[in-house]
């Protein structure tokens, strides 16, 4: 079938079908009239047809799962896997029970995120056990499946279906307050996959992650589409990377020689402040890293009619933690990026799941 679809209901007619189209669904696909000489004719007699068993079984695993939420973004290395792990690691902090699904297939990084690499999937009478960084945080990636963490995943497009409807329908993650599903950029196979094995479940929606500039926002704008399209509620947009913000004494200080070479003179630089200012090493430096003079996300928000979250500052102490494995929020290290991300995370849950405040 075509990759293209409108909206017709629930027959999700290709875009390129002819008219009158049965609906690849249909008992008639690829055999009435209507299909004589459309681009999708084999494809649509030779597709499975009635509803799929295995959304059954996905149905039962989500019953015991109150929050559904897709972590998206229309651009590679926005900091996406980042904010999905952050945002596990505070829920998780709130006292909720949480799941992380990796959905990543070529590039699960939240293992390594979590601290979790070199951990092994275990099977139980009650279907595949996530990994747990702690009692109420359990992780599931495929990246718990690869020999190797270095092999490549290279496959096609329904094999990374059939892995993703297996997460969803074998994993026994029990009684769940929230699931977080990390997705890959962009609106391709993946997304398309999630959305259609947990509509019947309900998502509560889908946070978008961007960084400033507008060569990001263009393809968030996308990403927003595509939720519009397919019915998923927009939670907000993050805007990550928003201005790096470090401390003073974190920064390295460097003088040009005359052949252009970089000549380190932090040592100089640090003792001279300490001793004619030493007030500066209490403050945080800031600059703008990407160009936001469009107006950055939240201008994009106001623009499509969604709500805007918040901004993260590029926080090179909340890439360490991301790196070593371990939550922005356990100690005082991330002073720039951790205030910001628990306003943002706390305005989610008081806006968009006020009942969940409510049973804390």
């Known amino acids: 079938m075509a990759k293209g679809a409108r909206e017709n209901g629930d027959n999700n007619i290709p875009e390129d079908a002819n008219e009158h189209c049965p609906g690849p669904a249909s008992e008639s696909a690829g055999k009435s009239d209507a ?16 509803p799929d068993p295995d959304l059954v079984a996905i149905a039962e695993r989500m019953a015991t799962v109150k929050h559904k939420i897709l972590v998206l973004s229309g651009k590679g290395g926005v900091g996406k896997s980042t904010f999905s792990a952050q945002l596990s690691y505070a829920l998780a902090a709130m006292d909720f029970q949480v799941g992380l699904l990796d959905i990543d297939i070529c590039g699960p990084s939240i293992p390594k995120m979590l601290g979790l690499e070199g951990q092994e999937i275990h099977q139980s009478n009650l279907g595949w056990s996530p990994v747990y960084v702690e009692s109420n945080l359990g992780v599931m990636s495929i990246g718990f499946m690869l020999p190797n963490p270095d092999d490549a995943v290279i496959w096609r497009g329904p094999r990374k279906n059939g892995i993703i409807k297996q997460f969803l329908k074998d994993v026994y993650w029990g009684e769940l307050d929230f699931l977080v599903v990390d997705a890959p950029p962009g609106t391709s196979d993946e997304h398309i996959s999630i959305v259609q094995f947990l509509q019947e479940t309900g998502i509560d929606g889908a946070i978008i992650v961007t960084t400033p500039q507008q060569v990001s926002l263009i393809d968030v704008r996308k990403e927003v589409s595509f939720c519009k399209k397919v019915g998923i509620k927009v939670l907000g947009v993050v805007e990550n990377m928003s201005g790096l913000s470090q401390s003073v004494p974190d920064f390295k200080f460097a003088r040009m020689s005359t052949i252009g070479e970089e ?3 932090t040592e100089w630089a640090i003792n001279l402040i300490k001793e004619r200012a030493p007030e500066l090493l209490n403050l945080v430096a800031c600059s703008e890293v990407f160009d936001s003079s469009g107006g950055g996300a939240k201008k994009m928000c106001v623009d499509m009619g969604v709500p805007f979250l918040g901004k993260v500052p590029l926080d090179p102490q909340l890439c360490k933690a991301a790196e070593e494995g371990r939550s922005c929020f356990s100690d005082s ?16 849950v008081a806006t968009q799941m006020p009942d969940m405040i409510n049973d804390a």
């Open 35 to 50: 299909c004589a000489g459309c681009p999708n004719q084999d494809a649509c007699a030779s597709a499975p047809k009635g």
């Open 263 to 265: 000549v380190d003179v």
């Open 333 to 348: 290290k991330c002073r720039a990026s951790a205030p910001a991300l628990k306003r943002i995370i706390e305005k989610l």
